[in-house]
């Protein structure tokens, strides 16, 4: 028995499937992590029932990605993905198989998965199935492809990325035929959509071991296919020299707009299909520390940005060793500013059009704004009456 909640509660689909004559195994990373004793979120169940063999066993199911296999089979208020043991041939554009043949057996399935430590199963006794000796290369910290890693990443170049990304989450080294065939075929990255690489960037730049990740980036020449690297050899070796392994996500791409296009973000971050949302966080928290670089941390700095990007900020330029003060100190002089946003200022448009009797306009903005700031130096206290007197005696009215 495995003795793990996650895989506890997906017991009953996997000696429901058994039950029926089936046979159904845990695999994939949830194996592998629980093997590294690093947390497991979520497992994923491979069976030799088809599809629609699958549905007639179980009641509430959703059709995920049935084409490739899986269905969604939903228990106890989660769902788990249930795919078909298959094999999958024909990969003229690197990226999907042309053809997926479902099949009864669990090798040929594993045969076609990308790296030994992620083509190992466990039966619901927590017996292992390992033909390709992925426990021997977790022991051995070993990224190594099942079978010819020209033909695995032939088959879905995204493979190298995801490689990369594993060398970040775990600290582990390429194999060497592994890293000649990544080096030999990295401009196969070309035919992969921005957004699998941006998931697979994300993930990579989330890990711990960020450095030695990127410096493979570097040594395998996959960096030049990724939207806005190309030409960034010099300053991706400077963001390495950096201590960058404690950064967030949205920290390293903070970090790595800042030192390649600092005044382009918005354009260098597009490249990537960000979310509008995402690149303006990321932007905002760029023009941050150039202004910390020019002016240092100030009340109106850290208004204007707001706690988490100014935290975000502050992060990034402890590491470029440009700050004394700590995140910590950053986010507690925030919480100390007298507002924290336009809102909590006690005063309107309709207070200054009632005061200035005159019609709207861009005033009222350049206005508010002088008030903000003058609250927040502790020129005038936030009080309706003070600030009133204030703009009238600044003629601002």
């Known amino acids: ?46 069976t030799s029932a088809e599809p629609f063999e699958v549905k007639q066993i179980f009641t509430h199911t959703v059709d995920l990605g049935i084409e490739h296999g899986t269905v969604l089979v939903l228990l106890g208020g989660r769902g788990f993905e249930v795919t078909t043991f298959r094999t999958e041939s024909g990969y003229s554009d690197f990226r999907r198989p042309d053809s997926v043949k479902f099949v009864r057996s669990l090798y040929e399935d594993l045969k076609r998965r990308d790296f030994t430590i992620n083509a190992m199963a466990m039966t619901e006794d927590g017996k292992l199935i390992d033909p390709f000796n992925g426990k021997e290369d977790l022991k051995k910290k070993i990224i190594r492809t099942v079978g010819s890693a020209t033909e695995r990443f032939s088959e879905d170049a995204l493979r190298m990325m995801r490689a990369a990304r594993f060398i970040s989450q775990l600290s582990f080294e390429l194999d060497l035929e592994t890293k000649k065939a990544m080096q030999e075929l990295a401009e196969l990255l070309s035919y992969i959509a921005v957004e699998r690489k941006l998931n697979e960037i994300d993930k990579l730049f989330a890990g711990t071991e960020k450095k030695k990740a990127l410096a493979m980036l570097i040594e395998t020449g996959l960096f030049t296919y990724l939207p806005g690297f190309y030409a960034q050899k010099q300053v991706l070796q400077e963001i390495i020299a950096f201590p960058i392994n404690s950064l967030s996500e949205d920290q390293m791409w903070l970090l790595t707009a800042f030192m390649f296009e600092p005044d382009q973000v918005k354009e260098f971050l597009g490249k990537w299909r960000m979310s509008q949302k995402r690149i303006k966080r990321i932007a905002k928290g760029v023009h941050a520390l150039k202004r910390f670089q020019k002016e240092g941390w100030h009340e109106v700095l850290l208004y204007e940005a707001g706690l988490d990007v100014a935290k975000d900020s502050a992060k990034v330029a402890s590491v470029l060793n440009e700050t004394t003060f700590s995140v910590d100190e950053v986010a507690e002089r925030w919480h100390s500013l007298p507002i924290k946003s336009r809102q909590e200022l006690d005063v309107t448009g309709t207070d200054l059009i009632k005061w200035a009797e005159k019609p709207r306009g861009a005033w009222i903005k350049e206005c508010l704004e002088q008030a903000e700031k003058a609250v927040l130096t502790q020129k005038v206290a936030n009080r309706k009456s003070e600030i009133e007197r204030w703009v009238r005696a600044c003629n601002l009215l």
């Open 1 to 46: 028995m495995i003795d793990h909640p996650f895989f506890q509660e997906a017991l009953p689909i996997l000696r429901k499937l058994e039950k029926a004559g089936y046979e159904a195994v845990f695999v994939g990373g949830a194996v592998r992590d629980f093997l590294l004793q690093r947390p497991v979120t979520d497992v994923d169940i491979a």
